[in-house]
């Protein structure tokens, strides 16, 4: 079936520091590909989707790809701020119509 | 526009009680779904719905039952809670377009804890 895999967290880095979070999946088809990003108590907020291969998501500095030969989707961001902490999620948009998600990458930056 | 709201945000249960996570959106959307969050593993689709009068199970449905009785509202209902339903409860809609122009919304979340 449809699956993310999601790079192990916890992730700590310094601000201004390079951030990569690794994704990778399986699907039948085509997904879709989505970076969701949740703040401490809150819920889920779309940060950048791609929908197909070699497309790149962009916002807030933050940057993904689309890479079909590698079925992966890595988020990037050249310079971290302490503003950036909270728990990533790679998803995608599954064959069936639902999403699947990762299990997540929490990000902590120190000032 | 509200976007999704969710009832109650914080609740505990004795094992065995039932009751009922409330979702509304008031964005016209076709496309609700509860989904559950637990450490390490990310977010798991419990049920999902279509429209109104349609719902399916997703990946983890058993022991929760929904219906669909308005665009509006997506109920998720504990029927005999149980320790292992200890989670984070997030209900979601989009509007049922192509994931080119539709983008999925979350709720806050409920916190449930059973004892």
């Known amino acids: 079936g449809d699956s993310v895999t999601q790079m192990e967290g916890p992730v700590t880095l310094s601000e201004e520091a390079f951030l990569t979070i690794n994704c990778t999946y399986t699907?039948?088809?085509?997904?879709?590909l989505f970076w969701y990003v949740q703040y401490p108590g809150e819920g889920l907020q779309l940060l950048l989707k791609a929908t197909k291969a070699d497309d790149k998501g962009s916002n807030k500095g933050f940057e993904a790809t689309y890479r079909k030969e590698t079925t992966s989707f890595h988020l990037e961001k050249g310079s971290v701020q302490v503003s950036d902490s909270a728990v990533y999620f790679c998803a995608l948009s599954a064959t069936r119509g639902d999403m699947r998600f990762g299990a997540g990458t929490r990000l902590t930056v120190k000032p | 526009n509200a976007g999704v709201t969710q009832t109650p945000k914080f609740q505990v249960l004795k094992t065995g009680q039932s009751m009922t996570l409330q979702c509304a959106q008031d964005m016209n959307h076709e496309y609700m779904s509860w989904y559950r969050q637990d450490p390490g593993m990310g977010l798991r689709l419990i049920h999902y719905?279509?429209?109104?009068?349609?719902?399916d199970q997703g990946e983890v449905p058993n022991g929760y039952n929904v219906s669909r009785s308005t665009t509006e509202d997506f109920p998720l209902r504990l029927l005999s809670a149980a320790p292992s339903q200890t989670s984070v409860y997030f209900c979601?809609?989009?509007?049922?377009?192509?994931?080119?122009?539709?983008?999925?919304?979350f709720g806050p979340g409920t916190r449930l804890t059973v004892l």
């Open positions: 719905s279509v429209g109104a009068g349609i719902t």
């Open positions: 699907a039948t088809g085509y997904p879709s």
């Open positions: 979601a809609s989009r509007s049922g377009g192509g994931w080119g122009t539709d983008t999925q919304y």
